[in-house]
């Protein structure tokens, strides 16, 4: 059995958005998680489901709105890279949409809408995801459980916060210099380039600290 589980994929988390009925009025969202996924693989795990729902929407107003909002966050969050975690929470910088009412309980809203991703894994290999939606209807919601999903993340963990927006700038430069989100490949190469480059840019960041600390 031992030598067999090598090679089957092992679901190791899900994540349930729930989606209350009136959630165009009153931005109420529900993250429901089961399982574990460890904080070193919450990065990618986010940028896989980003780059898949960006594929799944296409080119429209949908995709360019989730990217413009993602992009403009990162872009704020990345001024303050060099100031302590508490600075970024003083100036609103972990947060991703101030709309946003967040939760972790299972919403008791009839016809609420619900939206599932799973995370499997292989042993000593990185996870990847299946996703699946209950309606067609909302493309809107579909592309906002990217952000109901990384709001979760710095919720829990307030340094993924960082990885997070290195990942959606190191991703736009994949869509802007070498595939476009339509394509299909992007859904996978466009995240490993980012988790590649953000590592680094981490590595150059700390050097700098470094030398900033010794210039004291």
Known sequence: M?????????????????????????????????????????????????AKILNILGKGLFSENLKNQLENWAERIGSGFGFPLQYAEEMDFLVLDKELQLNDKILNSVGQ?????????????????????????????????????????INKNKNSAREMSLCI???????????????????????AFAVKDCGEMMKELANELEKVVKDL
């Open 169 to 191: 700038l190191s991703m736009r430069k994949y869509y802007s210099d070498l595939r476009p989100f339509t394509e299909w490949e992007s859904t996978i190469e466009a995240p």
């Open 113 to 153: 809408d619900s939206y599932l991703l799973k995370v499997f894994q292989r042993q000593n290999e990185i996870p990847y995801i299946r996703s699946s939606q209950s309606t067609k209807r909302y493309r809107y919601r579909l592309a906002y459980s990217v952000i109901a999903l990384g709001q979760h993340f």
């Open 2 to 50: 031992r030598i067999l589980s090598k090679f089957f994929a092992k679901e190791i988390a899900t994540f349930r958005f729930e989606f209350d009925r009136i959630f165009e009025t009153n931005f109420k969202v529900s993250v429901v998680e089961s399982g574990y996924l460890g904080e070193e693989d919450q990065s990618w795990v986010w940028s896989l489901y980003y």
